[in-house]
């Protein structure tokens, strides 16, 4: 079956710029992480979605950033007036209940380049 | 802060070869562990995983070893091949969606 989507898969933006990131998660998976990816790092937690309620947001980095998932499958991250530091490949992970032991399914990831 | 981290950066071996990746934890409340691994330009991809009332799990041809009395968590690859070359993030769960991830061992396989 197809797996998690992203897309664009690469974003240019000049620094000022509002960008929007889209992820369709696997088909009946209740739950929906963003992560951001720095060069040559790990992948840092940004937000979480269970069905369409943010539970949790604690990762994003400013209140530039600002994630939806109005009905509870596809997913919108968007970043409003980037910055050079907003530069990164930015993840989105579905996973079919949530909770710590359940298998977490990657996109491809959004490089985004903030000029 | 605690943290995950990694030993090695990279690591080479020969194809063919059994292949070791690292791993440290500091968070003795984590008790959900996962190896994933990543690809240039490709989203990281469940490898295995193993909680922490366990000491070991087996899968086709990884093994994942957890050491809590010093909290250490190893990845291993029987025979290593060429598609096995990627970078891999180990991370780490306290029981809530909050994972976090290694900075990640780059395996480079020489033919």
């Known amino acids: 079956g197809a797996g998690v989507s992203q897309s664009p898969r690469y974003k240019v933006a000049k620094r000022g710029q509002d960008v929007a990131l889209r992820c369709d998660p696997i088909?009946?998976?209740?739950?929906l992480f963003w992560y951001q990816q720095a060069l040559g790092q790990g992948p840092e937690f940004l937000t979480y979605?269970?069905?369409?309620?943010?539970?949790?947001k604690s990762g994003l980095p400013s209140d530039r950033f600002f994630a939806e998932r109005p009905e509870g499958s596809v997913s919108t991250l968007k970043i409003q007036r980037t910055q050079q530091e907003d530069s990164a490949v930015y993840l989105c992970a579905s996973s079919l209940i949530g909770g710590a032991a359940d298998t977490q399914y990657f996109g491809p990831g959004t490089r985004l380049t903030v000029l | 802060g605690e943290s995950v981290g990694l030993h090695l950066p990279t690591l080479s071996v020969q194809e063919g070869d059994n292949s070791i990746i690292n791993c440290a934890y500091s968070n003795s409340a984590s008790d959900y562990f996962i190896w994933y691994k990543q690809e240039s330009g490709k989203g990281p991809q469940f490898i295995i995983d193993i909680r922490s009332n366990m000491d070991k799990r087996q899968g086709q041809r990884v093994t994942v070893l957890l050491n809590k009395t010093v909290k250490h968590l190893s990845l291993q690859i029987a025979a290593t091949q060429p598609g096995d070359s990627a970078v891999y993030f180990c991370?780490?769960?306290?029981?809530?969606?909050?994972?976090?991830f290694g900075a990640g061992t780059r395996l480079t396989v020489k033919p």
């Open positions: 088909s009946g998976h209740v739950s």
């Open positions: 979605f269970q069905n369409e309620a943010q539970l949790d």
């Open positions: 991370a780490e769960s306290k029981g809530d969606n909050d994972m976090r």
